[in-house]
């Protein structure tokens, strides 16, 4: 079984770019077994992260401060069977 983490944060309207940057240079320790980053409308950036059910996991910190409207939203998902 898996977890699949997924962070998601809205910058400041135009840094969006700058909120995409900053979520890439993110280096997680210990690394997830598959990481994937998604943009959307409003300057929104998506990360998720899949990491081993028995094994530990590591979160995105808080983006710099300014950098966004609200604080990230954060959910954690585990598979359901068939």
Do not use: K, N, S
Request: proline share 16%.
């Amino acid at each position: 079984m898996a977890v699949a983490l997924m962070w998601e944060a809205r910058a400041v309207p135009g840094r969006g770019a700058e909120l995409l940057a900053w979520a890439r240079d993110q280096r997680l320790d210990p690394a997830p077994e598959r990481r994937e980053t998604f943009t959307a409308p409003q300057d929104r950036v998506l990360v998720i992260t899949w990491w081993p059910a028995d094994g530990p996991l590591a979160e995105l910190p808080e983006p710099p401060a300014g950098l966004c409207q609200r604080p990230p939203h954060r959910w954690r998902f585990t598979p359901v069977p068939g």
